[in-house]
C-alpha cells in the first residue's frame, strides 16, 4: 500500500519534472498558451504513449487514468505563472529532469520486463518511455531533437541504467536493489556528463577519404 | 437511415475540406504531386487515425472504409487541377474549414464518449481528430504547427465546444441539439476570432527578471 | 522450409540497407553515436512499425522478432566504422536501396493482404511499410520528407509495382511469379528515375491567376 503510493508520487513527479522542461522550451518559441500546454503534454506523456501503443497495452495509461493529464498540464500552466514573475531555477531543474529520466526510464523499462520481453525490446521501452516525449516536443519546435545531438549524454545514460539493472537482476538481486541502483546509476551519469561536459564523439560524414 | 446518411455525408465533407486545405499548403512548398496527394491525405485522415490508435479502435476507420481514402485522395487532386486555372477561394475556405474542425472535432468527442471514457479525455480525442492532421501537414512541412502558434483560436474552439456540448448533455439535453450547438460554438468561435484577431496570448520566456 | 529462409534472409537484406542509408544521412548532420544509431533504426524499421500499429498486428514485428533490431543497428555501427576509412559506395548503395525498396513494399503489401483488406489499404499499407521509415528519419533530421519533393520516383514506385502484383494476382498469377514481376517493376522503376532523371510534376501554388 505504502510502496504503492509512493511509487505513484515518483511517478507523477516525473511527469511534473518533464511537463515543466516542456512548457519552458516551448517559451524560447513564443508559443500562445494552448500551444504551451500541448508542448507540456507531449514532453511528459509522449514517452510512456509510443511505448504503449508499440506494446498494445490498451488504453494508454493516460487514458486509464486521466489525473496523468490534470497532472501534467497544472504544471504546464505553474510553469508559465511562475516564469512571469521569477527567473526558472536552471540548476535545480537539470537536477529534477535527471531525477525524472531515472524514473520514467527505468519503471517504462519494467513495463516492458512485466511482459517478458527480449532484453534488448525492454531496454529499448524504458529508453523510449524516458527520452521520446523530448523527441516529439523537438519535432513540433521544429528542432533536430537533443538527444540525437552532440554534447549529451541522455539517452545513453538510460541504456546503461537499463542495462545495469537487467544484469543486477539476472544475478540475483531483488527488484527493490536493482532498481534503485538502476535509477542512481542513471542520474549519475546523467549529472555527471553535465559538470565534466561528457559526450559520445560526434560522427561527421565527409565526402573526402 | 437518413440521419446516417446525413452523418455520413457531414463527416465526408470534413475529410474534403482538410483535404483540401492540405494540399494548398503542400502547393506553397513545391511538393511533387505524389507529395501534394500524401500531405492531403494525413491532413485529413490523420487526426482520426491517432485517436483510433490511442483507443485501440481496430482497424483504423478510413481501413475499415477505405472510401475515406478515396474522398481525401480525390479531393487533393480536384484542388490541384482547380488551382491550375482558377485562385482558390480562401475565404469560402476559411468557413469551410472552420465548418470542417466544428464537424470533425464533435464526432471524434463522440467516438470517445461512447467508449465512456474520462470528460477530460473525450475532449482530448475530440481536440485530435480536429486539429493532428494540421499538426502532421506542418510537422511534414516543417513548420512548426499553425495551432501552437499565436493568432490563432483553433484548438481552442474545438475545446470550448466540445465541453459545451459534455455540459449541456450532463444538464440533460438531448445529444440532438447538444451536437448541434457544440458544433456552432466551435465554428463561431473560430469565425469570430477570424473576423476580430481573437488570440490566446503568447508566453515569452526571456532570460532577465 | 529452404523458401522461408530465403524470404527471411530477403526482409534482413531490406533492413540492412535502410539502415545504412539512415546512418549516412545522419553522417551529413552531426549526430553524435547514438544519435546515428537511433536513426538507422528508424529508417530500417519506422515503416514496418506504422504499418503493424495501424493494422493493430500485436505485438509489432521487431519487438516479437528483436533480431531485427539487432540487425539495424549493427548495420548503422559498420556504416560509421566502415565510413571512417572509405568513402560508402554512392552507386552501390542507390541500387542496394531501389532493391530495399521493392523487398520491404512488396512483403508489406503481402502482410496486409494476408488480412484480406481493400486493395487500396494493402497499396497503402505496402507502401507506408517502405517508405515511412525514410519520411520519420527525415522529419528528425528536421528536413521536408524527400519522398514529398520533386525529382523522385520514389513511393511512386512502390505504388506502381504494388498494383501490379495486385492485378496479376487477380488475373490469376501465382503468388510467386507476382511478387517477382511486382519487385522488379519498383526497382526498375526508381533505377530508371535515377538514371534518366524522372520525376513527377511539381505542384506550384502561385497567388497570381
Known sequence: MKTELILYLLDMLGVVVFAV????????????LLGVLVIAFVTALGGGTLRDVLL????VFWIQQPDYVLVALTAGLLTVLYTYFFKPPQRALLVADAGGLAL?????????EAAQ?????????????????????????????????????????????????????TVGLATGPATLLGMVTIMGLRLAAIIWGLALPVYRLTDQK
Chains 1, 2, 3 share one sequence.
Open 21 to 32: 522542461s516542456g512548457a519552458l522550451a516551448a517559451g524560447r518559441k513564443q508559443l500562445d
Open 56 to 59: 498494445d497495452r490498451s488504453p
Open 104 to 112: 520514467v526510464s527505468i519503471s517504462g523499462a519494467q513495463i516492458a
Open 117 to 169: 520481453l527480449h532484453p534488448l525490446v525492454v531496454i529499448l521501452m524504458g529508453t523510449c518511455t524516458g527520452v521520446v516525449g523530448g523527441v516529439i516536443r523537438d519535432v513540433l519546435l521544429v528542432e533536430i531533437p537533443i538527444i540525437l545531438r552532440r554534447s549529451n549524454i541522455y539517452a545513453t545514460a538510460a541504456i546503461v541504467g537499463i542495462a545495469l539493472y537487467l544484469v543486477l537482476k
